[in-house]
């Protein structure tokens, strides 16, 4: 299925830009027939620019690419949705979408990328800078603490504590996760299959 470019005179559909891991909207922009064909081609989102009357590939100038995750159409096919990742700022005011918001989106998300931060800074005296330096075994191991103590305090009445040790489980897991070369979106999407298969 391809978008109708028939619909408008000009030939041009609009385009959302949606961050694939935190779901944020961070541009409009508009494509023709030839800026759909080269996205497809390069999973690098191109556009036509209505100020140049040109293809625009998106971090040309910049390299704050969007790298094309998935493509989607509305009902009528004259609007395209694309999920991608932003390498770097979206907007040319060096903000992370075009509405002036921040890229966080789901906080779980925003604790994540800090957590990649940390590992691959490789220094630094941090906590968790600490856990990676201790390695895969060590990490598991403190997971597997956190979640004995998780099960204590489920057994016990006080409800501080409880959320705590979850919070502290969900930290370690993350951890975890992130020494593993995974994301958090990779354990979501196999919970989405479940229950779509349910």
């Not at 030939?11 to 959302?16: A, S, T």
């Not at 040309?60 to 390498?87: F, R």
Request: aromatic residues 8%; contains cysteine; negative net charge.
């Amino acid at each position: 299925m391809k978008p109708d470019f028939t619909k408008n005179p000009d030939g041009l559909v609009p385009v959302i830009i949606q961050d694939a891991d935190t779901r944020m909207v961070l541009m409009l922009g508009y494509m023709n027939e030839e800026a759909w064909e080269k996205t497809l081609k390069e999973d690098v989102v191109t556009f036509y620019s209505r100020n140049k009357k040109r293809l625009w590939t998106k971090g040309e100038t910049s390299g704050n690419y969007l790298i094309k995750k998935q493509i989607l159409l509305d009902c009528d096919q004259d609007c395209i949705l694309i999920l991608a990742k932003p390498k770097g700022p979206t907007c040319h005011t060096g903000s992370d979408t075009c509405f002036g918001e921040k890229n966080e989106g789901n906080f779980l998300i925003h604790l994540e990328k800090i957590i990649e931060e940390r590992k691959n800074k490789k220094e630094g005296n941090s906590y968790t800078a600490s856990l990676f330096a201790n390695g895969t075994s060590k990490i598991a191991q403190k997971v597997g603490e956190e979640a004995v103590e998780l099960v204590i305090e489920a057994l016990q009445t006080n409800d501080d504590l409880f959320l705590n040790e979850s919070a502290d489980l969900l930290f370690h897991f993350l951890v975890l996760l992130q020494q593993k070369g995974k994301k958090l979106n990779d354990v979501i999407e196999i919970l989405h299959k479940r229950h779509r298969s349910s």
